[in-house]
């Protein structure tokens, strides 16, 4: 799949990538053969990005599938990544953390940990993050056989969770994924400056039947104008009217066109995830949902083959013919993607190698960020400012460690009878 990204970084497992022009990616760190990936996201406009001046921060994971064991693995060395997890977890801008966690959701237990992974990784992220699909939790992968499982996730933190203003869950292709894509949109900072763009005619047009019906009509529409205008115009002058009026046309059909693709495709994502939220009739929704994943994958391709023409276009016009753009490029990536130097806290000498790069910033950060012990008599003075009336007195305390028999059971599903569904 090709991106027309304008910003990105990419591991051979995973990769962030930016579609807008407004926005720039610098990469921070990666590891563990590739598979975790954290990068600022700045606003194009600033002159020297900084972790100070990120308008975001995200995590991209991808665990292992090959064995729960070689998950556990996975995160159990995660952890051990004492910057990352010291910047996820202080960081106070935007923090996302996504991607194709491989573990499933469905096995979590009642301690609420889950199989596959590590206590210290779902801890951490109960704690300092919030899942934005809680509220309505759907398969995101699909295997052989209708085997479906909750495998992506989305977690924000607290700071990034209020700009939360819509998530969605659309089906792709089954020809480029098997998972599903969860979107997520964010109210950032306003950026009030826009271009007007350019106009390029989709020759995928071509293939339209209905469009050359109608463009014939058009044309034999303009022949009256034509001839009144031959009478005073040069047959260029003619031409060049009716390539106006030709372009005006084509742009508003196309922009009808695409509106009633992104409508439909927008329906069609919708009607599936009633279907899958249904909890009656599952056979019959089954029956009908392959219909419904066909026309969803129809409408995405032809959907990409515009943007694929687009990249095309985009290459076609800055890349082949023009060196100093890919020069700029490729010094602009390489910028993005390595320190060149770092001072050693007490030599003060300066060194390039990335090994001992590496050792610098994990030694500084390590000494820098290591908790010490919480002060006994701070705790002391805490919990003595507990009043008595937030207490818990000797009944209520034996109450709360009452068995819950049958009998209870029975009686909550008396008062609350939907609750027998759950």
Known sequence: MQFSSQSSTYTQHCGIISLSNKYVITPIDTG?????????????TEEEPSSFNSTATILNIYGKANSKKDNVEFYTELMQHTFLIHKITTIRNNMIVLGDFNYKYESRRVDGSVEATTVEWTSLLDEHFIDCFWENKQPTFHGPLRNNYILDYIFCNTASYVDVRDCNQEYLNKNWTDHEMLIITLQLQKDTSQGPGAYKCNPFLAKNHKFRRDLVTFLQGLQPQVEIRQADDSPQEVWDWIKGEFKEYVRKYQLAELNWRRQALKKLQAKRNRWMRAKKHRGLIFQGLDTINLLIGELQASIAEIEVLKLGKYWRENGETNAGFLKKLTVSRQNKRQLKQ????????????????????????????????PDARSQRLLLTQITPDMQLNQEQQSLLELPIDMDDLLFELMVFPTNSYA
């Open 32 to 44: 563990i053969e590739g598979r975790f990936i954290l990068a600022h996201i700045h606003y194009a």
């Open 342 to 373: 770092l001072r050693h806290p007490v030599t003060q000498t300066l060194h390039s190698d990335q090994d001992t790069m590496s050792e610098i910033a994990g030694s500084f950060y390590t000494n820098l960020y290591t908790p010490i012990a």
